[in-house]
C-alpha cells in the first residue's frame, strides 16, 4: 500500500531530449547579434589602424623633404631665378657639389622635385599645395639699399594629412634680393 501511494503522488516527470524551436530561435538571433557587432568593431578598428599608417609614413616623408630642402637652402651662395610659388633656382657654396640647383614644384604630377647639375631626383609625390616665399632685408646694414634675404619659407600639404608642412630657412651667406 505504501508503494501504491508514493506513486500516485509523485507527479509525472517529462523527459526533454532537446531544443524547443524557440530556444533554438533565440540562440540563432543572439549569435547574430554577437558576430554583427564583432564584424564592425574588427572593421572600426583595421580602418584605423591603416589610416593611421598611411598618415604617419606620409609625415614622415614630408619631414624627410622638408629636411633635405632646408638642407639645401640653407647653403645658397646665389639665386639665379626665383618664381615664387613654383621653382628657386640657385649655386650653394658646397666645395664638394659647387653645381647648379633647383627646387621646383611640378603641379600636373604633384611633386617637388630637386634639380642638381641637370639631374632631376622626386623629393616628394602626393604634393597638394606647394609655395616657396622669400622675406628681404638690408642685412649688412651699410644703407647701400640692396637688400638681401633674409629667409626662405617653404609650405606644402600632401595627400590626405591635412596637416601643413612648413619651414623657414635662414641662409648662412649674405645672398643678394632676386
Known amino acids: 500500500m505504501i ?8 507527479p509525472a516527470i517529462r523527459q526533454q531530449k532537446g531544443f524547443t524551436l524557440v530556444e533554438l530561435i533565440v540562440t540563432l538571433v543572439l549569435v547574430g547579434i554577437i558576430g554583427t557587432f564583432t564584424t564592425l568593431f574588427m572593421y572600426t578598428g583595421l580602418n584605423g589602424y591603416l589610416r593611421a599608417k598611411d598618415t604617419s609614413e606620409g609625415a614622415l616623408k614630408a619631414q624627410i623633404a622638408l629636411d633635405r630642402i632646408s638642407l639645401e637652402l640653407k647653403d645658397i651662395n646665389d639665386i639665379t631665378d626665383f618664381n615664387s610659388n613654383t621653382n628657386i633656382d640657385y649655386t ?25 647639375a641637370g639631374n632631376e631626383n622626386v623629393l616628394l609625390d602626393d604634393v597638394q599645395t606647394f609655395s616657396l616665399t622669400a622675406a628681404s632685408n638690408d642685412l649688412n646694414y651699410y644703407s647701400d639699399g640692396i637688400l638681401e634675404v633674409e629667409s626662405i619659407e617653404v609650405n606644402f600639404t600632401i595627400g590626405e594629412i591635412e596637416r601643413p608642412f612648413s619651414a623657414r630657412i635662414f641662409p648662412r651667406n649674405m645672398v643678394a634680393e632676386p
Request: charged residues 25%; positive net charge; glycine residues 0%.
Open 92 to 116: 650653394t657654396a658646397s666645395q664638394t657639389l659647387p653645381f647648379a640647383r633647383r627646387i621646383r614644384y611640378d603641379s600636373n604630377n604633384d611633386e617637388i622635385l630637386l634639380s642638381v
Open 3 to 10: 508503494r501504491s501511494l508514493f506513486i500516485k503522488i509523485q
